[in-house]
T-cell receptor, first 111, second 117 residues
Framework: EDQVTQSPEALRLQEGESSSLNCSYTVSGLRGLFWYRQDPGKGPEFLFTLYSAGEEKEKERLKATLTKKESFLHITAPKPEDSATYLCAVQAGLLGQNFVFGPGTRLSVLP | DTEVTQTPKHLVMGMTNKKSLKCEQHMGHRAMYWYKQKAKKPPELMFV???????INESVPSRFSPECPNSSLLNLHLHALQPEDSALYLCASSHSGDRGRMDYGYTFGSGTRLTVV
């Protein structure tokens, strides 16, 4: 069974304090790993897709990396507006029909 | 147009009511999805439509009835819901299949906040 876990469940950072969020996965036939940001009461907002181990992508203060078992979302010098829930999801299966979200990490960045 | 539009944004309905949620996209995506999300939980897949045909139904109760009238529209018909069905209902769309076209993942709407009283 395809599974996705994320840690920590919640994270409080001071503005400018860099950190990393973890997404661990167990799937058969990974077709893609996705990172989303979700603000309260809103739909998830797409951040990155990663396809293979060793791949990295960056966007502003965010950098996502992928290994064979996990992905990290590195946040460099975060600002209060980075506060949100960060969701990891994997697409797997022969036809890519399995799309599983992790439970998310709630990030709070304090000024 | 790079958006998924959901209406209404908020809905309060009684347990005997019939209502519908609507979702629209004009990005040429041929896969569309309904998700249910409870507070502080990740989205849970309900239904998948691929090329206007229902391809996945994640054992959702029959009081939820999806409909895909065309490639741009997705509806979710609601009847005789229970208070525990109160949640944020999210619609999403994507290109189906091939890897290169998943570079932008799934595009989600802002959701309909449903309250069943």
């Amino acid at each position: 069974e395809d599974q996705v876990t994320q840690s920590p469940e919640a994270l409080r950072l001071q503005e400018g304090e860099s950190s990393s969020l973890n997404c661990s996965y167990t799937v058969s036939g990974l077709r893609g790993l996705f990172w989303y940001r979700q603000d309260p009461g809103k739909g998830p907002e797409f951040l990155f897709t990663l396809y293979s181990a060793g791949e990295e992508k960056e966007k502003e203060r965010l950098k996502a990396t992928l290994t064979k078992k996990e992905s990290f979302l590195h946040i460099t010098a975060p600002k209060p507006e980075d506060s949100a829930t960060y969701l990891c999801a994997v697409q797997a299966g022969l036809l890519g029909q399995n799309f599983v979200f992790g439970p998310g990490t709630r990030l709070s960045v304090l000024p | 147009d790079t958006e998924v539009t959901q209406t209404p944004k908020h809905l309060v309905m009684g347990m005997t009511n019939k209502k519908s949620l609507k979702c629209e996209q004009h990005m040429g995506h041929r896969a569309m999805y309904w998700y249910k999300q409870k507070a502080k939980k990740p989205p849970e897949l309900m239904f998948v439509y691929s090329y206007e045909k229902l391809s996945i139904n994640e054992s959702v109760p029959s009081r939820f009835s999806p409909e895909c009238p065309n490639s741009s529209l997705l509806n979710l018909h609601l009847h005789a819901l229970q208070p525990e069905d109160s949640a944020l209902y999210l619609c999403a769309s994507s290109h189906s299949g091939d890897r290169g076209r998943m570079d932008y993942g799934y595009t989600f709407g802002s959701g309909t906040r449903l309250t069943v009283v």
